[in-house]
């Protein structure tokens, strides 16, 4: 994807400088079979997701910025729903030190080619109309209902009591 001029001018007042310098070493080499390539590419991400530049720089969706969108593909890197080839573009860059503009191009790659997976859904089953459906408590023995009560009420409660 190209950048649009908007996001040029972002990345050009707000630089990397010598951010990625100490990843190039350890990226240098890096392969598919290398078992720290998981860890290697979660730290240049998370050095990406803190820097200005990802604050400021509109996500192309439009409804967000690329810190935001960075972060879940970082905390997803260590799992092994990712494939080293998605980061390939961008760890490229980084080892050629490649200008800034070609980082945050390849970046955007990332994001529009990964979308980070979403979490779980909740442990209460839907039925065929979407109505939650919760295990029948007439099943449970006395000291797990009394339990899941007062789980219950402690859940409403707890911050309408004092603590003094």
């Not at 997976?117 to 839907?126: A, F, Q």
């Amino acid at each position: 994807m190209m950048l649009s001029e908007e996001q040029i001018n972002i990345i050009a007042k707000h630089p990397l400088n010598d951010t990625l310098e100490r990843f190039v070493g350890r990226l240098r080499n890096l392969t598919n079979s290398d078992a720290t390539w998981h860890s290697d590419v979660a730290s240049l991400l998370g050095a990406l997701v803190i820097s200005p530049a990802a604050y400021n720089l509109p996500s192309s969706s439009g409804n967000s910025n690329v810190a935001t969108r960075l972060f879940p593909i970082q905390q997803n890197v260590q799992g092994t729903s990712l494939n080293f080839s998605d980061f390939q573009p961008l760890i490229e860059c980084v080892v050629t030190k490649s200008a800034d503009a070609d980082i945050w191009a390849a970046i955007v790659n990332l994001i529009e080619t990964v979308h980070p997976t979403t979490p779980p859904p909740g442990s209460i089953v839907k039925t065929g109309f979407g109505t939650p459906v919760k295990t029948s408590s007439s099943r449970l023995g006395n000291s797990e209902t009394r339990d899941i009560i007062e789980r219950e009420l402690f859940h409403e409660i707890k911050d309408c009591t004092h603590r003094g």
